[in-house]
Nanobody, 122 residues
Framework: VQLQASGGGLVQPGGSLRLSCAAS????????MGWFRQAPGNEREFVAA????????VYVDSVKGRFTIARDNTKNTVYLQMSSLRSEDTAVYYC????????????????WGQGTLVTVSS
C-alpha cells in the first residue's frame, strides 16, 4: 500500500487548506484512514481518523470544530479539510492507514504516507 499526501502550503492564520491522501489501491474503502502531524521539535501526534465501514470520524480535541476528515471511496482518497488555522497547526502532516480505527488513535498505523508541510503564518 502506498499513500501519497498533498495539498500542504503556506496559509495565513484563520485561513483554510485541504489536504488529500491518495492510496495505491482500494485501501480507503477497506481501511481506517487517518492524519497525523509533527511540528518541529515535537513528537508525531494523532489528528483525525475515519473508519472504513460507517465513516465515523475521530478527532484530537485541539482540532475539533475546525478540521473535517472525509473519504471518497470512488477516488481511493481521504481528505482533511482544515479551517480557522492557527500558528500551532504548523507541522508536517502525514496520512496513514490501518485495519482498525483504534490502531490509528493509538498511533499504531500499518502504513504511512510521506508528509506534506503546512505552514500557518502571516
Amino acid at each position: 500500500v502506498q499513500l501519497q499526501a498533498s495539498g500542504g502550503g503556506l496559509v495565513q492564520p484563520g485561513g483554510s487548506l485541504r489536504l488529500s491522501c491518495a492510496a495505491s489501491r482500494r485501501t480507503v474503502s477497506s481501511s481506517a484512514m487517518g492524519w497525523f502531524r509533527q511540528a518541529p521539535g515535537n513528537e508525531r501526534e494523532f489528528v483525525a481518523a475515519i473508519s472504513w465501514n460507517d465513516g465515523s470520524p475521530v478527532y484530537v480535541d485541539s482540532v475539533k470544530g475546525r478540521f473535517t476528515i472525509a473519504r471518497d471511496n470512488t477516488k481511493n482518497t481521504v481528505y482533511l479539510q482544515m479551517s480557522s488555522l492557527r500558528s500551532e497547526d504548523t507541522a508536517v502532516y502525514y496520512c496513514a492507514a490501518s485495519i482498525a480505527i483504534g490502531l490509528l488513535t493509538a498511533s499504531r498505523p500499518s502504513y504511512w504516507g510521506q508528509g506534506t508541510l503546512v505552514t500557518v503564518s502571516s
